[in-house]
């Protein structure tokens, strides 16, 4: 069979041509050997390693929460989880009131998270759609905040926060935190991409400006709002320097200053490492949560685009 020949007809009579070696094994059904894929094993064996250096400080931290004090210090470290993480984590929630902690940053960051896209989805709505004088000029004076880093807006802020009686209030903890110039950037670029003759539809249609926006931006715009949502909730969720600055009382605090109640004020006192990571590993556990719960709304929003 590795002379094999075709013959192919022609004017001039029967003329024979060799056929490719692939054509040949195919004929012959012998199976084609088939390399090892060794690209492909390298680039997952790059990936879990990745994962693992990412995840390994927090499967740390998790071990470190269910041992004992004794076993946090030990050296070798232990590297399994021990039997005491019901303790750690009763013990942490009691001393911390992880309760109240947790229930103020979800409130601080939802209301962070929706303020910034309610505010940034009207604002880059009216600049693309709405023609105005110095729209243009609008615009960029929002994008120039970007130029303005936080410490140095926090004087201004807090006078006006203490001028209004918002300080220890949740709505001093948030409606400062609200305007984003870069989900406003975001929106807009967005909205330049859609046609105008989406637009043209949607007049000739009788359709006003709020019911475009709710019947048509909105349901385009879902990816966009499921990703920012995520990063604007972690965002406020993470947020130290202005709670810290702007509640006086135990009950407003939220979850990442609370968690400095678990750390020993006497410097006589060892740390209580095993409590306070058990306090990190609860405080991480919401922001995880609102992750995988937009990452539906996401794909959806992914695929109804698509459609």
């Known amino acids: 069979m590795s002379d094999a ?38 680039v997952h064996g790059g990936l879990l390693l990745a994962v693992a250096v990412l995840a390994f400080p927090l499967y740390y931290a998790f071990v470190i929460s269910t041992q004992d004090l004794q076993e946090v210090v030990q050296r070798p470290p232990r590297l399994v989880p021990s039997t005491h993480l019901v303790a750690n984590y009763v013990e942490a929630w009691q001393r911390s009131q992880m309760g109240r902690l947790l229930v103020n940053s979800m409130i601080v960051a939802v209301a962070i998270a929706v303020g910034k896209i309610v505010i940034s989805v009207l604002s880059a709505f009216a600049i693309v759609y709405f023609h105005f004088r110095g729209r243009q000029l609008i615009f960029w004076g929002i994008f120039v905040t970007l130029m303005l880093p936080i410490p140095v807006r926090i004087l201004p802020t807090y006078e006006v926060i203490g001028t209004l009686g918002w300080l220890n209030s949740y709505a001093g903890l948030t409606v400062p935190l609200m305007a984003s110039a870069t989900a406003t950037f975001l929106f807009r670029q967005f909205y330049l991409t859609l046609p105008n003759e989406l637009t043209e539809a949607a007049q000739l249609d009788g359709c006003g400006p709020l019911r475009f926006l709710w019947s048509f931006l909105l349901p385009l715009s879902w990816a966009n ?49 095993n409590l306070i990571m058990a306090g990190a590993m609860m405080a991480l556990l919401p922001p995880v949560a609102v992750i995988l719960m937009m990452q539906r709304w996401f794909v959806k929003g992914l695929v109804e685009t698509e459609k």
């Not at 060799?18 to 090892?36: H, I, N, Q, Y």
């Open 225 to 273: 709002l499921a990703a920012l949502f995520v990063v604007l909730f972690i965002y406020g969720w993470n947020e130290y320097f202005w709670p810290l600055i702007i509640t006086n009382t135990e009950e407003m605090r939220t979850v990442v200053i609370g968690l400095e109640s678990l750390i020993p004020r006497s410097g006589t006192e060892l740390p209580t490492w």
């Open 5 to 42: 020949r075709a013959t192919v007809a022609s004017r001039a009579g029967v003329l024979t041509v060799p056929l490719p070696e692939v054509a040949t094994a195919e004929m012959s059904g012998s199976p084609r050997p088939r390399r090892f894929p060794w690209g492909t094993v390298l």
